[in-house]
């Protein structure tokens, strides 16, 4: 058999059965149990939050989390948000484009109507302002000019000035 293969390697092609149970080959295993995961190490800091929010369909302005939906209004565009746009329900490619047995299709989905399956929809976002406190200004501090081209030199000199 080892005559009319062209190279020698072990392969697919060898008539030696798998040693082992199963018919694995338990060589490049290791014995006994598994170790225990590292709890110990480092891990990667959570650098955004998550916020959840209701946000008006027509302008994504953020509305507030005690805002009544029913006879409600955008206080940014004064779109109608109890509607079917808003509603977490609302979905293009169903029946009557919504994902509750209504009985009726609705023809003006952006209209203010009196559904009562109506849930509004809430998006959950990254929390775009960082949580170590108060914003970082990015500007730069004020820096006093050098008076002479001399006068920078010394600067740089005594920064690095060895005592």
């Known amino acids: 058999m080892d005559g009319d293969r062209k190279y020698r390697q072990r392969g697919y092609q060898d008539s030696d059965p798998p040693s082992g ?3 694995r080959d338990d060589r490049m295993r290791p014995r006994g149990p598994r170790p225990p995961l590292d709890v110990t190490g480092p891990r990667l ?3 955004v939050e998550a916020v959840t929010a209701a946000r008006c ?3 994504a302005t953020t509305l507030p989390a005690d805002f009544s939906f029913v006879g409600g209004i955008c206080p940014k565009c004064k779109v109608a948000l109890h509607c079917c746009k808003q509603c977490s329900y609302f979905d293009p490619s169903t029946r009557f484009q919504c994902l509750k047995p209504i009985p009726v299709r ?3 989905k952006d209209a203010a109507n009196e559904c009562t399956f109506f849930r509004a929809r809430v998006t959950v976002a990254r929390d775009s ?3 170590g406190g108060p914003p970082v200004s990015t500007e730069r501090p004020e820096v006093a ?3 002479s081209s001399t006068d920078a030199r010394i600067a740089f000199d005594n920064l690095f000035k060895k005592e």
């Open 21 to 23: 149970p199963n018919g």
């Open 106 to 108: 609705i023809p003006v």
């Open 129 to 131: 302002m960082p949580s």
């Open 145 to 147: 000019a050098p008076k």
């Open 45 to 47: 800091p959570r650098l």
């Open 57 to 59: 369909y027509n302008c």
